[in-house]
Structures are given as C-alpha cells and as structure tokens.
C-alpha cells in the first residue's frame, strides 16, 4: 500500500496547492511545499484500483504545514489526474484568511481547475464571494458574478446588505500580469447602485508598486476658486518612480507639482516642486501673470558604517507661495549640504546652510550663510577612578550679503569625575576650559544687530578668548514607604566658578541670541545655547526635585530652583541673577492623580515679588467618550543687552474630543491670543468611522494675514472608502 499511500499523499498536495494558487487572487501568500509531508484524518478512505481512484469520506482534515482543508469529501483520480473536494469546503491559510467553497475540480499540475461558490474572509475582515471560479492556462482566473466588501455584516439582520459592496459580472485575474480586470462592475451603498463602469483594473495584491492614476481630490477656495487634483503615479523602475499632480484652478490656471524619487546602492534622493503662473498681490498692488513656484531636493548617502553624506534644498519663489497653495510650510526655509560620521560616543559633522524667510518682516539679504560648520565631539572612556576626558572642537564660516561677516574656531577640553559616598550621596566633579578665536567685520560692539548703520563698524577686528570653568556639584537622594506611595526627595547643589566677563561685544551673538532660563538649564555650566556667549563669573545653584509614585497611574513630581550669582557682566540677562543677586525662581509640577487627569504647569517667578515672568499650563482630562485638553503660556516681554527680544506673549488653546457613539466622534479646537484678543484658529470636526468606511467633516476659521494670505473660511469632507483609496472635498 506504499504507492496507494503516495497517491493520497500526492493527491491531497495538489488540493491545497489549488487552494493556496486561487488564495492569491486576493492577497499574495506562500506557495506550498510538495516536500512537507500532508497529514490525513477522515471517517473512511478507500483506494480502488479498479478505478483507480483514492477517497476520503467524513470530515476530512487534511494538514499540511500550518494550512489545514476541511471537506466533506476528497477524491483523487490517478488515470485522470483530476482531484475533487466537495460537501462544506474550507481552507484555513497560515496568514488567517479562509477560503469556503461547495465544489472544487483541478487537475494535478495546477493548470486547470474550478471552484464552486467561491468565498474568501481575509484577516480584516474583508470578504470576498463568487459563483464560480476558474483556473485556465495555468495563469488566468476567472470569476463570474463576484462581490467584494470589506464591511461586516449587520449583527441584527445579517441578510441585509452591507454599507457599500462592488459587485462585478466578471473578474479576471492575470497571474502574469499581475493584474485584476473587472467587467460590467457597479458600486452600492446599501444595496443601491450609484457608481458603474463597464471597465476597470487595477494591479492585484502582490504588486507593490504599478503605474497609474491615484485617487482625486477637489476644493473650492477664496483665492484660487474650484480646484481639482488628480494625480498620476509611473514605476519607472523598482528602484525609481515619478508622481505628476496638477492642480487646476478656476482662478489661478494651472499648478503643475510633481516628485521624483530613487533609491541607490547607498541610499535614496528625491526632487519636488511645483510651478506656475499666476497673479499675486503685494501690500495694494496685484501682479499679473508671474512665475511662482517652490523646489524641495534632499538626499542621504552612506559612503560606509561610519559615514554619510546628504543635502536639502528647499527654495520658494516668494515668501506667501506656500500658504496660498496648501503646501507645506516652515517659518524659515532651509537648505543644507552635511557630512557627518558615528563612531561609539564620538561625533564628527560638516555643513554648510543657507536660510529662506517666509514672512514679511525677514529680510532674506540678512540671512545668514553659512560656510562651513564643522564639529567634533569626543567622549573617553571612564578611567581607573571613574573619570572621563571629553572634548569638543569645531569650525565656523558666516557670511551676508547684507550684514556682519563671522569666522570662528573652537576647541573645548575637559574632565568629569562622579563620586558617590556610603551614605548614597553623589558628588561631581567638573572641569573644562574653553577656547575660541574670532575673525569678523560689521560689528557694532554697541548693539547686536546683524545690519548695524553706523559705517565705522565696518572694520574687520580679531579677538580670542581662553575660558576656564569648573563645578562641584553634590546631591543626596532620599527614599521612603509612605501611605501615599513611595516618595523620593532629592536635593542638589552646585557651585560653578570661572573668570569674569569672558563676552566682549567684539565677538558677534550669532548662535547665543534665543537665552532661555529654566528649570532644563539650571544646573548647565553654560547656559546659553551655541558658543558666542558663555555663562561667566561664578555662582551657585540650588533646587529640589521630590515625586511620588502611588499604585496604578497615579503619580506626581515637583522641582524647584535658583541660582545666586556672586558676579556677573551684562551678557547675562537679568532673570539668570545680576551680580550679588538671586535669580528668578524656575520649577515644574507634574501630578497625575487619576488615570484619564494629567496636569504640568512649568514656571519662572521674579526673585523679589514672585509674579510671573514665564507660565506653561497644561491639562489632559477625561476617557476617549469625553477628552479635554488645555494649554496656557505667557511669556512677559524681555529685552536683555545681548539675547534676543520679543513682545510679552499670552496665548490659550482648548481641545474638546468625545467619542460619543461606536462610530461617531467629534472635536472642537480654538486657538486665541490673550495679548491682542484675538482668536488665532478654530476647528470643528465631525467623524464616521467604521471598518470600511470613514467620512470625516471639519470646519476651519483662519485669522492669519500676510499680504496675498487672508483670514479664511474652510470647510473639508473627506470620504475613504476601505482598500479603495480616499475622496476629498475642500471649501
């Protein structure tokens, strides 16, 4: 009976290879292996030679590998080389998906076959049914009278018909192509015809990439009036493909954008942009007929495991292109080229940048260009008493065509060493000297502006600086059982020596201008950002973080700080401490005392009569059936000898999410600045959104105005149909 059992054997594979080739209609799967042997459970099997012929009978299983048929009865014909399964067919691939049929038919080398009301549910849900399907060629399926929806059926009325379906006369499945035709296809939303198509296709779900057009989009706004997009996706290889999108426009003509993208060996690049012309309005003028236009090239490269190399260009042909057209948008423009390395702790990196602005008030000429910037970073490896050497060192060309021009070297070397005692007290060591040397002209030693009047600051002038500082900083943490949780205090001191002074107004404020003191820079031996300012003199800091952790979510944690400066110059700003003086007070309170309440509130107090200089308040509150969010800030007006100045700031935003029902949820969101009184954005949203179907209905009121950008009215409705791409309105 070893030939008989070779036949079963032989028979049962060439089902599930049937199986597992017409599985592939619908989503790629591995091939099934004729080496892994197919186990066989069923009631009765018989083998009759005279027919010659092999039969199971009963509920068959028949596993093989983590594929598993059920059938009610499986015959395999040896002379004909036909096998046949019938009675409740089902196959349950390694993926999740099964495949039901009443009736299957194919011969032994897979090239010919037929299934019997063919269905499919794949993993999500999805479905999939057809009167009957047919294998011919050995590459063509083809499936008559075919329904696909990927919705679930009505819990109460299962016969009902589902949210939408496409329904098709005939799908033909091209294996080598790798292409799904439909014939005479039409779509229903619940169960009434509202799309039809004699002809469509559409790659199947193997292929990852194929040429051909995406999914539309149209709008309607003030300045550009009905726009329509539909975009256009060619492969051009497996490694590069191109996307051309026009918009059309009733007011503006056409915009033509596109992008291009490859990979490499060694990496990928692409290239962006759009074009146009159209009019534009400056202050009270309109021009007509003018080039407009933005261009967004980058790159990245890995020359090896240490090494790479990239660029971003990005360019815009005026400063309000962006904004009027929908494309993405930053306040400044940035484009660089960079050369960086990786090895272990260290860090080495050249760049060279230029800047963009995108607003009124920036004057492009102004700008910075940069030359190079190069840095290296080293970190040494802890030593026979646990200190460690680290060092850094960099380069720097600064240059406008209207301004102050900047050369700088730098080099930083210094010395950590941590201690920690019996009693678990941690006392740090730290030592470093700095040192820079400066070549620049258009410096103006009496202000730090970048474009100084006076013509006498034209000259070019040399300085140097050699800075040596050192801190000792110590602190003790403390822990304990309490009936609220478990607490842990823990207390720090710092004291911080160096020179005096050490910021002459001959070296220019390029990378130090944005000072901020709070509680993430407190304990910084140098706390201005950059290396043109340095935080002289010496001083001490102090502060406190204590937290406690109950049991599930809840929690809290505070910390609070200052600094008492024993002297000073004027390039420290005054909430940092005046010479003998104590600085503002910095802290920061975090309390989640319930699962769905999450509270902060970040702050800096005026030494002397604790009002606020600096509020960040922020709440989180509620389940996903009712969820609010609100934030505050306030920023109280600064202008320090040589930091960067800006108008007192109060600015609130509020959120409001409910998930009022299984599908539907909605928001409301509302932006407003305190200090003008004025309401800088609101958002409504309203949104269905099941397993296969997704509406998504948001109201926009912008206030933002900036020459040709106006406040603006939106209304958008966005319609995603599952596995069948997006439809979008805008207003």
């Known amino acids: 009976m070893r030939g008989d059992r070779r036949g079963i054997r032989w028979g049962l594979l060439c089902v599930l290879a049937i199986f597992a080739s017409l599985l592939r209609v619908a989503w790629a799967q591995e091939p099934v292996s004729r080496e892994i042997p197919a186990l066989l459970q069923a009631d009765d099997v018989v083998y009759d030679k005279e027919l010659q012929t092999v039969t199971a009978r009963g509920e068959v299983e028949v596993a093989h590998g983590e594929r598993i048929l059920l059938a009610d009865s499986l015959t395999y014909n040896l002379d004909t080389d036909v096998i046949t399964a019938q009675g409740d067919v089902s196959l349950l691939e390694p993926s999740g998906e099964v495949i039901f049929a009443d009736y299957v038919e194919v011969t032994g080398d897979l090239r010919e076959g037929a299934i019997r009301s063919f269905r499919m549910l794949l993993t999500d849900r999805s479905r999939l049914a057809a009167a009957n399907a047919v294998r011919v060629d050995g590459r063509l399926t083809q499936m008559r009278k075919v329904v696909f929806s990927p919705c679930e059926p009505c819990r109460e009325d299962p016969e009902r018909a589902p949210l939408w379906q496409i329904k098709a006369e005939r799908v033909t499945h091209d294996q080598q192509e790798k292409m799904l035709k439909y014939r005479n296809a039409r779509m229903e939303l619940f169960g009434v015809p509202v799309i039809y198509t004699p002809y469509f296709e559409h790659p199947d779900p193997t292929v990852k990439r194929k040429s051909g057009f995406l999914s539309p989009s149209f709008g309607f706004s003030d300045e550009l009036g009905t726009r329509f997009q539909i975009p256009y996706y060619w492969a051009i290889s497996p490694q590069r493909d191109l996307t051309v999108e026009p918009i059309y426009t009733t007011k503006q003509g056409v915009v033509m954008t596109g992008q291009y993208r490859a990979r490499t060996t060694g990496g990928q690049y692409s290239l962006a942009g759009s074009a146009t012309v159209a009019d534009k309005t400056t202050g009270r003028e309109t021009k007509t007929d003018v080039f407009r236009g933005h261009l967004d090239v980058e790159g990245e490269f890995n020359i090896d495991r240490i090494w790479r190399w990239g660029f971003d260009a990005r360019r815009t042909s005026d400063d309000t292109y962006l904004r009027v057209y929908d494309f993405e948008f930053d306040r400044f423009l940035r484009s660089e080229a960079y050369l960086e390395g990786f090895r272990g702790s260290n860090y080495f990196s050249a760049r060279t940048f230029s800047y963009q602005g995108q607003s009124r008030r920036d004057e492009d000429r102004e700008l910075p260009i940069v030359l190079p910037e190069i840095r290296y970073s080293y970190v040494g490896k802890p030593g026979t008493a646990g200190g460690r050497f680290f060092a850094e060192a960099g380069a720097l060309g600064l240059t406008r065509i209207d301004g102050r021009d900047s050369r700088r070297l730098s080099s930083s070397v210094g010395w950590t060493l941590p201690y920690t005692d019996n009693l678990g007290g941690i006392t740090e060591l730290t030592t470093v000297v700095h040192g820079d040397v400066y070549a620049a002209n258009g410096v103006d030693e009496t202000t730090d502006a970048v474009n100084p009047p006076d013509a006498s600051a034209a000259g070019e002038d040399f300085q140097g600086r050699l800075f040596p500082q050192a801190a000792l900083s110590y602190r003790y943490p403390m822990a304990r059982q309490g009936f609220l949780g478990r607490e842990v205090l823990e207390p720090r001191v710092q004291l911080v020596v160096g020179p005096n002074g050490g910021n002459p107004g001959e070296i220019p404020n390029e990378d130090s201008r944005d000072f901020e003191f709070d509680d993430t820079n407190l304990f910084r031996l140098n706390r201005f950002p950059g290396r043109d300012r340095i935080?002289?003199?010496?001083?001490?800091?102090?502060?406190?973080?204590?937290?406690?952790?109950?049991?599930?979510?809840?929690?809290?944690?505070?910390?609070?700080?200052?600094?008492?400066?024993?002297?000073?110059?004027?390039?420290?700003?005054?909430?940092?401490?005046?010479?003998?003086?104590?600085?503002?007070?910095?802290?920061?309170?975090?309390?989640?005392?319930?699962?769905?309440?999450?509270?902060?509130?970040?702050?800096?107090?005026?030494?002397?009569?604790?009002?606020?200089?600096?509020?960040?308040?922020?709440?989180?509150?509620?389940?996903?059936?009712?969820?609010?969010?609100?934030?505050?800030?306030?920023?109280?007006?600064?202008?320090?000898?040589?930091?960067?100045?800006?108008?007192?700031?109060?600015?609130?935003?509020?959120?409001?999410?409910?998930?009022?029902?299984?599908?539907?949820?909605?928001?409301?969101?509302?932006r407003r600045d305190l200090t003008t009184n004025q309401t800088l954005r609101t958002r409504l949203g309203l949104v269905y959104h099941d397993e296969c179907f997704l509406v998504d209905l948001r109201a926009q009121r912008d206030e933002f105005r900036d020459r040709d950008v106006e406040p603006d009215d939106q209304i958008f409705v966005t319609i995603t149909f599952k596995h069948l791409g997006q439809f979008v309105a805008e207003q």
Do not use: C, H
Not at 563 to 577: L, T
Not at 633 to 651: C, I, M, P, V, W
């Open 535 to 670: 935080s002289s003199g010496q001083r001490i800091d102090y502060g406190a973080t204590y937290s406690i952790f109950g049991e599930g979510y809840s929690y809290a944690s505070a910390f609070l700080g200052q600094s008492y400066r024993i002297n000073s110059d004027d390039a420290v700003p005054d909430s940092a401490g005046e010479d003998g003086d104590f600085s503002d007070i910095v802290g920061r309170v975090d309390v989640r005392p319930l699962r769905y309440l999450d509270l902060s509130y970040r702050f800096r107090l005026d030494e002397d009569n604790f009002s606020a200089q600096r509020s960040e308040i922020g709440m989180r509150a509620g389940p996903p059936s009712l969820q609010t969010r609100i934030d505050y800030t306030f920023l109280k007006d600064e202008t320090d000898s040589d930091s960067a100045s800006f108008g007192q700031r109060e600015e609130i935003y509020a959120e409001v999410r409910s998930r009022f029902a299984r599908y539907w949820s909605a928001y409301a969101s509302q």
